[in-house]
């Protein structure tokens, strides 16, 4: 107890000094991991365009010298790269460019397929001190499709390792990649480098938003559940069973252990729309089947749910916050929206299950004749 308060006692007195030194090593972070010798690879999106830039020792690449061996000056050993510091900047250029028109080709950036990449230029700096190492920046830039969300890297080997750094997003991805490895899925707008509440609290507002924003399907698929019977307990355990399944199903999309892709084509919800309510004509009782088959609806949705979350753009650290917040909004939605329909109902209906019954009946016809149309017209 006494040790500790000391140290505070300590800390207190001297932080006028500890507070700038501190905030000098964070400044002085990227310097350092540059004098290292480590290439630096920012990327960014702009107007539709990836654009890549690599800050390197190119002279110590194209000697095939390790650039963390020059990275406090000489030459590693190497007359080629003794020979290749001394070009003037117009001279290095022309060498750069030839090298990175072939390597690029090894740099395979995937965003929903392979991304182009042609060389824009390489900024290098004037020769100066020919003993102390010159760092030149590359500019590549290639095209994106229109419903580009995320991208993999692959980091050729040869070169040394990398750092991988995002600009122009908020919270953006940074990591360190050697030769030979690939990154995680990196999303586009950013969210990489959310933490593990930050990133479940992100997608819990795009599960809310998404069923708010999906158009009315998904609010008469929590509609057609509630005109069963009218009844609280019947509208819980059919919401239980459909959360269940996509709980399951959507995760195990998103990690690609299923695919959703055999169902994208057919309207999964509208269909399931129009068999409920028909289902609600024939019997107002909860069955095993009409249970299974919420089952079965629910596993589907979930995995074109995954589609969904893909899209956003989960975060590669922590991906089960993500998808997890991810179905708890779409989950409490549709829960929301059924419970606020049966609440109203409840109230300003008299208590006369005729009447209860004749509303279910209309209702149901209606839902019916809508997830019909939807499913031909899908």
């Known amino acids: 107890m006494g040790l500790n308060i000391r140290l505070l006692t300590f800390l207190r007195f001297r932080a006028w000094i500890i507070a700038p030194l501190l905030a000098c090593i964070f400044l002085a972070m990227p310097a350092w991991a540059q004098q290292s010798g480590r290439t630096i690879v920012d990327f960014q999106v702009r107007d539709g365009r990836l654009l890549v830039e690599i800050a390197m020792n190119a002279e110590a690449v194209l000697a095939g010298v390790d650039p963390q061996e020059v990275a406090k000056g000489g030459d590693g050993g190497s007359a080629q790269y003794a020979q290749l510091r001394r070009l003037v900047s117009s001279e290095l250029e022309e060498h750069v460019h030839d090298f990175v028109t072939n390597w690029k080709k090894s740099l395979q950036i995937d965003v929903n397929g392979p991304v182009a990449l042609s060389y824009e230029g390489a900024s290098i700096p004037v020769v100066g001190n020919p003993d102390v190492p010159r760092i030149s920046r590359v500019l590549l830039a290639g095209p994106l499709p229109p419903d580009a969300s995320s991208l993999r890297l692959t980091w050729p080997e040869g070169i040394g390792p990398v750092v991988l750094r995002q600009q122009g997003v908020e919270a953006p991805y940074t990591g360190f990649l050697s030769g030979g490895e690939v990154s995680p899925r990196i999303p586009l707008a950013g969210g990489a480098g959310l933490g593990a509440q930050q990133a479940a609290e992100a997608f819990f507002r795009a599960g809310l938003l998404h069923v708010a924003g999906a158009g009315a399907q998904l609010l008469a698929l929590a509609s057609v559940l509630v005109f069963l019977s009218l009844k609280l307990r019947p509208v819980l355990v059919q919401l239980a069973a459909l959360g269940l399944a996509v709980l399951v199903t959507l995760p ?64 590669p650290h922590h991906v089960a916050p993500a998808v997890l917040g991810f179905a708890a909004g779409i989950l409490l939605a549709l829960s929301g929206v059924a419970i606020l329909i049966l609440a109203t109902l409840t109230v300003l209906l008299p208590d006369s299950p005729r009447l209860r019954g004749r509303i279910s009946t209309v209702a149901s016809l209606l839902l019916a004749g809508l997830g019909l149309y939807w499913a031909v017209m899908s």
């Open 252 to 315: 195990l999309g998103t990690f690609d252990v299923l695919s959703a892709r055999p169902f994208l084509p057919w309207p999964v919800v509208p269909a399931a729309i129009a068999l409920l309510a028909l289902g609600n004509l024939v019997t107002d009782r909860l069955g095993l089947w009409r249970v299974l088959f919420l089952l079965a609806t629910g596993a589907v949705l979930g995995l074109t749910l995954s589609e969904t979350s893909s899209r956003l753009g989960v975060p």
